[in-house]
């Protein structure tokens, strides 16, 4: 919930990014990176303000949105540790592949990060990464101390959404691929039952599509692989106590006996094959 004065704080930002504002900012300095990712990704990647909380937990703990459109996203921030807080906006210039994150209550009131990508080829970009303060820090070791924090700060966000961009356009490639080829049957030979490790999870590629398969409650149970909201890695999830699942990318929750969506956020899971146990082998049919 937000209070008046954040309501009025909200209300009063700008949806738009506003070139010449730097001019009255201090410039600490920048953190340029080559990322081997197409534009659509990165920029795809700057709208999306939900998965911060999951892809980034060691910079976000959580993450309620305010309002988005075109033009970025609002929202105020959880911080780890607990208690602390920012209400922060993200304003994106598509055109310009530019945009500007900006604190403007909480912790860190003022800081504003530009960034700026550039397409280098077809899959691969640039970013330039540049930290702006109100004004200037106390002395040089406190300016080194900031930066240093932002760039390793910014080094690791990159990491992590590398990891993100480059899974999303691997699911992406493969969808378009099965598009491509004539429907095929979602039958897999999965293994030797003894043989199969039910601490893990086992991914199983068909025709059909690819599905997860499981222990769980002293049986073996099969599963989607792939989040209907932006096809994210379930063979990466956890099975809760409840038998529900958690999407990496973006914590969209799956009961998988049911294949339902819990938070009624997305589609449900593509309905699984039936799993098969024949003389001590399993089998997706």
């Known amino acids: 919930m937000l209070t008046d004065t954040e309501k009025d704080l909200c209300a009063s930002r700008p949806n738009s990014v506003s070139y010449d504002r730097v001019a009255d900012l201090h410039f600490l300095g920048n953190y340029v990176r080559r990322l081997p990712v197409n534009m659509a990704r990165m920029m795809e990647n700057a709208h999306d303000w939900e998965h911060l909380p999951f892809v980034h937990a060691s910079s976000f703990a959580s993450i309620d949105l305010i309002g988005e459109g075109p033009w970025g996203w609002r929202a105020k921030i959880g911080l780890p540790g607990g208690g602390d807080y920012q209400l922060l906006d993200l304003i994106i210039d598509e055109t310009r592949h530019y945009w500007v994150s900006t604190v403007f209550s909480g912790m860190g009131t003022g800081t504003e990060i530009h960034t700026q990508a550039t397409e280098l080829s077809g899959d691969e970009i640039e970013v330039d990464v540049r930290f702006y303060l109100p004004e200037a820090p106390a002395d040089k070791t406190v300016a080194d101390f900031v930066l240093k924090y932002l760039k390793d700060q910014y080094r690791v966000l990159y990491d992590e959404d590398l990891g993100l961009m480059s899974g999303r356009q691997s699911a992406l490639d493969d969808r378009m691929a099965r598009r491509?080829?004539?429907?095929?049957?979602?039958?897999?030979?999965?293994?030797?039952?003894?043989?199969?490790?039910?601490?893990?999870?086992?991914?199983?590629?068909?025709?059909?599509?690819?599905?997860?398969?499981?222990?769980?409650?002293?049986?073996?149970?099969?599963?989607?692989?792939?989040c209907p909201h932006m096809l994210g890695p379930l063979n990466e999830a956890e099975l809760d106590k409840h038998g529900n699942i958690t999407c990496p990318w973006h914590?969209?929750?799956?009961?998988?006996?049911?294949?339902?969506?819990?938070?009624?956020?997305?589609?449900?899971?593509?309905?699984?094959?039936?799993?098969?146990?024949?003389?001590?082998?399993?089998?997706?049919?």
Do not use: M
Request: some cysteine; charged content about 30%; overall charge negative.
């Open 180 to 226: 491509d080829e004539p429907p095929g049957p979602a039958s897999a030979f999965i293994g030797n039952a003894s043989e199969l490790d039910p601490l893990e999870t086992h991914l199983v590629e068909t025709q059909a599509g690819r599905f997860c398969v499981r222990r769980w409650r002293d049986e073996w149970i099969v599963h989607s692989a792939v």
């Open 251 to 285: 914590g969209y929750r799956f009961d998988v006996a049911t294949g339902q969506n819990i938070d009624a956020k997305c589609n449900d899971l593509t309905q699984a094959p039936r799993l098969i146990e024949r003389d001590g082998k399993l089998y997706l049919d």
